[in-house]
């Protein structure tokens, strides 16, 4: 298990809300209130930019990016009023589509990744010490199976798939961001769910084949 | 039907109010195929759940960190990417280059003008000078004398050696010297009668009156 947390962030700092946190780094430049505001979002950040562009170094320079314009904006940008992590989200997602609109190609997220970008992947998840090792390997099937699929989706679906699964955005905020309308954004979501289950359905019958073959 | 596919998904995402949850879940205990439907992207969406979430490397979240604890201990630090500094290098000497030429273009332009204006003014100043100095050679001996109907002669003149500390001799000899030098100037008449003499000439008089 790698989780990257800090452990000197003090049990006073995990109890408030972002809010608070952003306002005391603002303020008083409290680097522990940045800190805990990075450890509550940053798996989640890092996550969308990296199924969306599906490599580690890529992935590194545009969470970077990110958080670089957060710093220098947020003292000029951001209004408290609005949430902190929708701010930044937007901030990464830009970045994000600016970095696929200057590639001008379809980024397949699953031919993206880097050779040990899988495992490594899976090795930054938590260990499960009471799961066996089958439904371990399971497991871990699934969710390979599960990011290729999603790595198969059109660029508009995935986000949507992403900003919703990550950020449990409501669709008026997806919608405002991805500059749609609602009923798009539903739509995309639509459609998205629609070709995954067409995805994981053909994977079913090619190894129910390989089974029949390998009988 | 777009309508009841997007309201499908509001559904599944819990995004629509109490009541029309209520209004949907009796339409699809009404038609089956809604109900699959349903039910098939309740079991796609429930496979999303097993996204895993990946962090970044320590190294870059504790460089982030310092760089937000660098930037409030020095308000006035801006962070600049590599790449935008170096295109704000460039926007700087451009804007330097540019402030370099215009600078010497209005100090030319200055310039020019201000020989513009001191040549005639040079000229003219040269002019008023000589003029001067002219009537300076002139006043001292300039006597030009003049005569009027009545045949009475006038002379008038300046003289820079007469001045109010001169006594009344050097005065009236300076005064018989310009007269003398006055009369001088006259000149004889050769043809006195020359006018009258032509015979288709008619004679004129002139009159006034001293009102």
Excluded at chain 1, 81 to 105: F, S
Excluded at chain 1, 161 to 178: D, G, N, Q, S
Excluded at chain 2, 129 to 150: F, Y
Excluded at chain 2, 177 to 185: N, V
Aim: overall charge negative; hydrophobic content about 35%.
């Amino acid at each position: 298990m790698m989780l990257q947390k800090s452990d000197n962030i003090s049990s006073k700092y995990e109890k408030l809300e972002d809010k608070e946190l952003v306002h005391r780094y603002r303020k008083n430049g409290d680097e522990q209130a940045f800190r805990e505001l990075m450890n509550r979002h940053q798996a989640k950040i890092y996550s969308f930019i990296y199924s969306m562009v599906g490599s580690r170094e890529v992935t590194n320079d545009i969470f970077q990016e990110t958080f670089t314009k957060v710093i220098t904006k947020m003292d000029d940008t951001y209004n408290e009023q609005g949430k902190w992590i929708a701010w930044v989200m937007r901030i990464a997602h830009n970045a994000t589509i600016d970095y696929l609109r200057k590639q001008k190609r379809f980024v397949d997220v699953s031919s993206n990744y880097d050779d040990d970008s899988k495992t490594d992947f899976y090795d930054r998840l938590p260990d499960e010490d009471l799961v066996s090792a089958q439904e371990q390997i399971e497991k871990d099937e699934a969710k390979n199976s599960l990011m290729k699929h999603i790595g198969e989706l059109p660029e508009e679906q995935r986000e949507v798939v992403m900003l919703r699964h990550y950020y449990e955005m409501p669709f008026k905020e997806i919608a405002e961001l991805t500059d749609v309308s609602i009923n798009t954004a539903l739509g995309r979501m639509r459609y998205a769910l629609i070709n995954l289950r067409k995805l994981f359905e053909k994977e079913k019958e090619e190894k129910g084949k390989d089974f029949k073959y390998a009988e | 039907m777009q309508n009841e596919e997007h309201t499908c998904i509001k559904y599944l995402m819990k995004e629509l109010d109490p009541s029309e949850a209520v209004l949907f879940e009796r339409k699809m205990m009404e038609d089956d195929d809604l109900l699959i439907e349903v039910e098939c992207m309740r079991k796609t969406l429930r496979r999303l759940d097993n996204l895993p979430e990946v962090d970044p490397p320590a190294h870059l979240t504790d460089m982030i960190v310092h760089k937000a604890a660098a930037r409030k201990s020095s308000p006035s630090h801006t962070i600049i990417p590599f790449n935008a500094q170096q295109s704000q290098t460039k926007y700087y000497a451009a804007a330097a280059i540019l402030a370099v030429g215009v600078t010497f273009g209005v100090l030319s332009l200055e310039s020019g003008l201000n020989q513009e204006k001191q040549q005639p003014n040079n000229s003219l100043t040269a002019e008023v000078q000589t003029r001067n100095l002219q009537n300076r050679e002139a006043g001292q001996s300039s006597v030009k004398p003049w005569i009027d109907r009545n045949n009475v002669l006038y002379f008038t003149g300046t003289s820079s050696s007469i001045n109010s500390n001169t006594s009344s001799t050097s005065y009236s000899a300076y005064m018989d010297s310009a007269l003398e030098e006055s009369l001088k100037k006259l000149k004889p008449i050769d043809e006195p009668l020359h006018f009258y003499n032509k015979t288709n000439a008619q004679e004129f008089q002139l009159t006034g009156t001293k009102n």
